[in-house]
Nanobody, 124 residues
Framework: QVQLVESGGGLVQAGGSLRLSCAAS????????MHWFRQAPGKEREIVAA????????FYADSVKGRFTISRDNAKNTIYLQMNSLKPEDTAVYYC?????????????????WGQGTQVTVSS
């Protein structure tokens, strides 16, 4: 059973940066397709970024392209989401999720595992 724990959220001013981490236990992340999702108040959860060995490059939602970067540290069994040029509309709870099928799955609950989330608040 893989457990995922997100960290790194917080309060930041618009234009600032944060790096989220998702640490895994009980499994080797290099074998999984990894995702970041977010859910803003009153809105549906949406996929933000994904990385899988099946892709030639990472997937990003249009709203974060050029500002967010997903990466892995297999030695630490951790994935990251580097978020730059943050905007108030990036305010949300951010979740990481994993599946062992190696494909991007844009609905968090259809992945095999997901974490409890970390709050990101961007002030204007």
């Amino acid at each position: 059973q893989v457990q995922l724990v997100e960290s790194g959220g917080g309060l930041v001013q618009a234009g600032g940066s944060l790096r989220l981490s998702c640490a895994a236990s009980g499994g080797t992340l290099s074998r999984y397709a990894m995702h970041w999702f977010r859910q803003a108040p009153g809105k549906e959860r949406e996929i933000v970024a994904a990385d899988t060995w099946r892709l030639g490059s990472a997937f990003y939602a249009d709203s974060v392209k050029g500002r967010f970067t997903i990466s892995r540290d297999n030695a630490k069994n951790t994935i990251y989401l580097q978020m730059n040029s943050l905007k108030p509309e990036d305010t949300a709870v951010y979740y990481c999720a994993a599946n062992g099928r190696g494909i991007v799955i844009a609905t968090m609950e259809r992945n095999d595992y997901w974490g409890q989330g970390t709050q990101v608040t961007v002030s204007s």
